[in-house]
């Protein structure tokens, strides 16, 4: 251990002291979260939503691209007949049964990519715990909502 | 001289300065959780109150409140000793740091320093000496490899950190030509000695960073190697002791620093109180900031670095001032 090397030594701590001094009057990285609204990027994958039509029919027409494409196999559609009486779809066929179960989904968006209508989304909400398991297979009723999330989308 | 010189006034004087460091411990914590949050670009505890002032209170209370648990297979006696042979010390060794101007209180002259003994310097060495006693006893009594070894390294430490802290401090004594804190700080009237002695300075700061357990001197409790070291088997408020003893005598160091180099409560325009409180908080920044910026040493380099370079310069900061105190004497 020579004198050059410990003065040397002393320097560098020195040196790495100023850094951290330096990020000791940055501002900090921190989202207060409920509080303030975290920043999100247009692209960000969260929640699916199943989109409609402007006249308020459903987009999806059961054809179960996105159950077969989806490696976690978190999808399960089950698909029915329009009538007139119940139409749901602009099609012949309509998903009677959608659900998405968000304990195996890992959102990489091939459902996305696979749908022929465009019906589905991942959209931005984020905030998926649950109490329970059940509660996180997601049937249409709640994938047809439009989501709130809380956060501010970015520009692309 | 009567009993309110000799006994009301020291009682008094002993319980500000017990509450005033337990106070101060606790918002040590709080400091120090919240500055290192903004090193690492956090914010640090801030729910409970506002700016987190009411968090050291929450913490006290959940360490209070849990449950005492003595696991089967430790040395019960000095299991339950260690944490307070481990704090008493931290909390004595304040007592001879004068934290103002003397002041006058219906005609007598109050000293704001719980005793000016004339070994004054020689008595916090001695006391947060014994202070390694507690962690080595919790680190054994704990019967747990990790804890013991961490009191192996608390061993290690001690006799690498000592000699060079006592040889630091014979340099300034050599300088003052008194051992008495009052005499210490009179004596920096003028000058603080830190510019007389600044390598001496040095020295006994990082010589403290070893005594209090400090990053990056903190090997007895390593949390990632030896899962916090002596105080693994510790819980509650057995727990809270040590680490009373940590932030206090991080508190007591501070404050020696500020005192022995700094001037003590020496100061242009403000009250000497603030002046002290104010180079005791900048000390303690600077403890928190090493622990923000440097990454743990390896204890065999510590024993390495404190008896191959900091000795020798100790002893040779000794061996030059003695010699230029003589030729100015």
């Not at chain 1, 059961?62 to 329009?82: D, F, H, K, Q, T």
């Not at chain 2, 019960?76 to 003397?102: H, Q």
Request: hydrophobic share 50%; proline share 6%.
């Amino acid at each position: 251990m020579s004198i050059v090397n410990v003065l040397k030594g002393f320097y560098e701590i020195l040196k790495a002291m100023a850094v951290t001094l330096k990020y000791f009057f940055t501002k900090p990285l921190t989202v207060q979260y409920p509080k303030e609204k975290i920043r999100l990027y247009p692209r960000f994958r969260g929640r699916h939503e199943l989109q409609r039509r402007p006249d308020g029919l459903e987009l999806c027409v059961g054809c179960g691209l996105c159950a077969a494409i989806c490696p976690a196999r978190a999808i399960y559609v089950e698909a029915a007949e329009n009538t007139d009486d119940a139409r749901y779809s602009g099609t012949e066929r309509y998903a009677r049964l959608y659900e998405i179960n968000y304990t195996r989904c890992i959102f990489c968006g091939f459902c996305e990519e696979a749908c022929p209508t465009g019906a589905l989304k991942l959209g931005h909400e984020f905030a998926l715990a649950r109490a329970s398991r059940g509660e996180l297979v997601m049937g249409k009723e709640t994938l047809l909502q439009p989501a709130t999330p809380h956060a501010i989308i970015l520009e692309d | 001289m009567d009993w309110i010189d000799t006994l009301l006034i020291p009682a008094i004087k002993a319980i500000v300065v017990t509450l005033g460091l337990l106070v101060g411990f606790a918002y040590m914590t709080l400091a120090e959780r919240k500055i290192c949050a903004r090193f690492q670009l956090r914010y640090g505890p801030n729910q409970a109150g506002p700016f987190g002032i009411f968090q050291p209170i929450a913490d006290a209370l959940k360490a209070i409140f849990k449950e005492e648990v003595i696991p089967k297979h430790v040395d019960k006696w000095l299991y339950v000793l260690s944490p307070v042979l481990a704090m008493a010390p931290a909390i004595l060794a304040f007592a001879v740091i004068p934290v103002g101007r003397p002041i006058v209180i219906a005609g007598r002259t109050i000293t704001l320093q719980l005793a000016d003994i004339n070994v004054g310097l020689l008595y916090p060495m001695a006391v947060a000496g014994l202070g390694a006693y507690g962690i080595v006893l919790g680190g054994w009594s704990s019967n747990n490899n990790y804890s013991l070894l961490g009191a192996l390294r608390t061993t290690a430490q001690i006799i690498s950190y000592e000699l060079p802290m006592a040889l630091s401090l014979v340099s300034l004594v050599v300088v003052t030509g008194t051992l008495r804190m009052s005499g210490i700080v009179e004596y920096q009237a003028a000058l603080p000695l830190i510019v007389l002695q600044p390598i001496g300075f040095l020295i006994y700061f990082i010589c403290g960073l070893a005594e209090t357990n400090r990053s990056p001197f903190d090997f007895p409790e390593t949390e990632n190697e030896l899962i916090s070291g002596y105080n693994t088997e510790y819980g509650g408020i057995k727990f809270a002791l040590f680490f009373m003893a940590e932030y206090i005598n991080m508190i007591v160091v501070s404050a020696l620093v500020a005192t022995l180099f700094l001037g003590g409560w020496q100061g242009p325009i403000l009250p000497g109180w603030l002046w002290f409180f104010i180079k005791t908080a900048v000390i303690l920044f600077v403890f928190i900031w090493v622990r923000a910026s440097l990454p743990r040493a390896r204890y065999d380099k510590l024993m390495h670095f404190c008896w191959k370079f900091l000795t020798p310069l100790a002893a040779l900061n000794l061996l030059v001032t003695a010699v230029v105190v003589l030729i100015l004497r």
